[in-house]
Each structure stands twice: as C-alpha cells, then as structure tokens.
Nanobody, 116 residues
Framework: QVQLLESGGGLVQPGGSLRLSCAAS????????MNWYRQAPGKERELVAN????????NYADSVKGRFTISRDNGKNTVYLQMNSLLLEDTAVYYC?????????WGQGTQVTVSS
C-alpha cells in the first residue's frame, strides 16, 4: 500500500533553515508528481510546492518562492523540501502528498515551528 513518511521538522529561529524529507513506498514513485502541503493553526491546508516525476518541473506558492526548494531522488523514493530564510508565518504542519489513480495519499505530517 502507499505509504509516505515525513521527517526533518523541528524548532528553528527566524531566518533559519530546515530540510524536510518524505520517504515513499508502495507505488511507482518516479512517475508521479509529489506535493508538499502545509497547514497552520486555524488555516486551511495549502499547497507549498510540487515536482514532476522527472524532477525537471517544479512549482511553488508565491509565499515561498525564492526561499524553498523542492527536489527528489527517484533512486531513494524520496522527496525533499529545503526551507531557507524561514519566517514566523512558515510555522505549520507540513505534509507530503501524492495522487495515485485518483486517490490522494498523505503522510502523517511533520511540525515546523519558527520562533525566536
């Protein structure tokens, strides 16, 4: 079955960096778009970034452009989110997501807290 396991969250000061990882299994990882979403307290879940199966095409929310970088290693079935210049408003639970045959799968999420 499809499984997504996020890691790498934590507490960081404003301006700091974190790298999130999402290890995937149970599907042909290299042919699917992978997504990172986040959900802050009291807010709706929002798409942060996604990456095509080849890794050649990426998209970002305006709020993270120039600060976050999504990448993938198809040999390791893993997608990454490098987050730099973190802001207080980046505080959220970050989720890995994939849609396989029309079904959306989610990881359990990893908490990112930006605080001084």
């Amino acid at each position: 079955q499809v499984q997504l396991l996020e890691s790498g969250g934590g507490l960081v000061q404003p301006g700091g960096s974190l790298r999130l990882s999402c290890a995937a299994s149970g599907f042909a990882f290299g042919i699917y778009v992978m997504n990172w979403y986040r959900q802050a307290p009291g807010k709706e879940r929002e798409l942060v970034a996604n990456i095509a199966g080849s890794g050649r095409i990426t998209n970002y929310a305006d709020s993270v452009k120039g600060r976050f970088t999504i990448s993938r290693d198809n040999g390791k079935n893993t997608v990454y989110l490098q987050m730099n210049s973190l802001l207080l408003e980046d505080t959220a639970v970050y989720y890995c997501n994939v849609r396989v045959v029309g079904i959306a799968y989610w990881g359990q999420g990893t908490q990112v807290t930006v605080s001084s």
